[in-house]
């Protein structure tokens, strides 16, 4: 079916955008460069990540892929428009004004203000869980109940969690961890949450002040790993569709512990974000009514 081929091209098309993005933000923040963590956070560390044969090749991927998943989620969403219910329509338009807002955003790209680097995640995951959501969704008649509640609930959990780590990644925080984590609080540390305010923690606050950050993302973590373990048995009713969501809860934690580490692979680290990009596409899909995820992706 041409419009099944379009949304899973789609789909592909937004993890190379997503994974891609981020691979370049880290590498550009000094994720894995050497000596760690000398070198983290420098504009030397920048240009050079900027000026590797990965960096461009990520570049053109990034271009190429952005722009054909433009025309492609156009197409999907003209094709089907006629033929989906209510609840798929209003996830074509989301989709479509996601899209709009990533191009927009994309022209204020690298910014000092972390809004861009929130919208830049935020906006990819959205792209992911709306295509899930429009391919796992089937017609009224073949529905199943979804508890959209709470999974919505859920849902705002993973991107206030996913916000934190961004802001890790914005604020130039990746190496406050990197000897010891012990800062729970500092005067002032509120002050890292605001996405209009640029700079980065230890000019923000003082020098590794990036340590609340990271304390907030591994208690968040622990918390979303909780939520999900009760969301994904207590609300989920078919048994691919939580064996999906607990698959990539699962990868995204193990991953996350990996980018923890005191020495942190760029790899490792942009693969926890698209790990974290799957696990909210699991989300989507979980709240369309009909089919199993794992069924409707392999049709």
Known sequence: MLLRRLLQLAFALALVVVGASATLRLAANGIG????PACYGGADTAAAANATPLARALRLSHRIAASAFALVALAAVALGWRRWASGQRIAGAALLAATALLAWIGRHTPSPLPAVTLINLLGGFALLALLAYLLAARPPAAAAA?????????????????G??????????GADCASDCRTSWLPGAAALADPMLSG?????????AGQVLHLWHRL?????????LVAAFALLRRRRRRTATM???????????A???????LAAVAAHALAAGLLVASLGAAVAPGADLSEEFSR
């Open 146 to 162: 979804a508890p959209i509640g709470a999974l919505a609930v859920l849902a705002v959990a993973l991107a206030l969690q996913a």
């Open 164 to 173: 934190s780590g961004a802001l890790i990644s914005a604020r130039l925080a």
């Open 247 to 257: 698959v990539a809860a699962a990868a995204t934690g193990a991953l996350g512990f």
């Open 33 to 36: 460069c050497e000596p760690w």
């Open 259 to 265: 980018a923890a580490s005191a020495d942190p692979a």
């Open 220 to 228: 968040g973590g622990l918390a979303l790993a909780l939520t999900t």
């Open 200 to 208: 980065t923690a230890a000019e923000i606050v003082q020098p590794r």
